[in-house]
């Protein structure tokens, strides 16, 4: 394949002709709020076989359909009345928006989206370019995160370029996303609902929303002599968002990250500091949030993690935010990334 085209989203031809790309089997890479997608028609199995040749995806790990609007479901799911009743109350308060819900799936979603599995994950967008292409391109639009399989999520198109220029069709650049990490996916066919993978929506507010309990899936080590057959949802695999260097996380302080940098500190070394926290000697810094602000540490995560990679360090430092609300979607992040198997 030759480069990859740079569209800019802001430009009406450029998204339409992004649009022209997915109708026609091709792969495109676009902005949600969440991370940046790599899109493909979600109804051809042969365009959704290429996100994962792309990718370097394993076939057992499922991807994530994205639609325009919730009356869309009826195209890629098949909802019993009670459960179509649930899942109304779960589009009303947080769609638009980073929730991913897993639903039974029609005959006409293949195989490989699901990872041969009968739920689909289903969310729709809230980011105004992803919802401006889906219409334009009047498909249901599979698509896992943009970037080479296990590495570092990409919040910019700068980062899909990193990873997949040369393997896709485009990227449809809007500027960098707003939350930073992958969007909360939920199981709502069991009682309790079944939390997957934690996000910008958590646990405590589908439980309001909903007077339904959630449990969160706890998921079995595996190794890469023997891998599962398929994962029952996306973003649940043991090792994930991992930037190249070695990622070694501390329980987050001050004072316990000044601790854990190695004497002399050398510029091999890389930290990611939080704002107003400082520390000595000659490692390579990496400016962060504020570390009362667990939006801000999320929406520059993964660029921090990967501008600490593209300066060549060798290991990264990163402290760990309390759990609770969005730091658990933080903390399930780095500590994937910080698996070695």
Not at 105 to 134: C, F, K, N, Q
Not at 301 to 325: A, E, Q, Y
Request: proline residues 9%; contains cysteine.
């Amino acid at each position: 394949m030759s480069r990859t085209l740079h569209l800019d989203a802001s430009n009406p031809a450029d998204l339409l002709r992004a649009a022209d790309i997915l109708r026609t089997g091709g792969l495109v890479a676009f902005a949600t709020e969440t991370v940046y997608g790599l899109g493909a028609n979600a109804l051809s199995a042969n365009a959704v076989a290429s996100i994962f040749a792309a990718k370097q995806r394993p076939s057992w790990d499922p991807v994530i359909v994205h639609l325009a609007s919730a009356e869309q479901l009826s195209t890629v799911a098949n909802l019993t009345p009670e459960l179509g009743s649930r899942v109304r109350t779960l589009a009303q308060t947080f769609w638009p928006g980073p929730l991913t819900l897993l639903l039974p799936r029609l005959p006409t979603i293949p195989d490989a989206v699901t990872a041969g599995r009968e739920l689909v994950g289903v969310r729709v967008p809230a980011h105004a370019v992803a919802h401006a292409l889906l219409l334009a391109a009047g498909l249901p639009i599979a698509a896992p995160s943009a970037n080479l399989f296990g590495h570092t999520s990409p919040t910019t198109a700068a980062h899909v370029l990193a990873d997949l220029d040369t393997r896709i069709d485009a990227v449809l650049d809007a500027g960098p996303t707003s939350i930073g990490v992958e969007s909360t996916v939920l199981d709502p066919t069991q009682t309790p609902m079944l939390l997957y993978r934690p996000g910008a929506v958590t646990a405590a507010q589908l439980t309001a929303a909903t007077g339904v309990e959630v449990e969160v899936f706890l998921p079995q080590r595996s190794s890469l002599q023997h891998p599962p057959e398929s994962l029952p949802s996306p973003g649940v695999g043991i090792r994930h968002y991992a930037p190249r260097a070695r990622l070694v996380l501390v329980e987050g302080s001050e004072l316990a990250l000044r601790n854990a940098v190695p004497h002399p500190a050398l510029s091999s070394v890389g930290v990611m500091l939080p704002t107003g926290w400082s520390i000595s000697g000659d490692a390579v810094l990496q400016p962060w949030a504020h570390w009362d602000d667990p939006e801000g540490l999320a929406a520059t995560l993964f660029s921090g993690l990967r501008s600490l990679d593209d300066r060549g360090v060798s290991l990264i430092l990163c402290p760990l935010p309390k759990p609770g609300g969005l730091a658990d979607a933080i903390r399930d992040r780095l500590q994937k990334a910080a698996r070695t198997a």
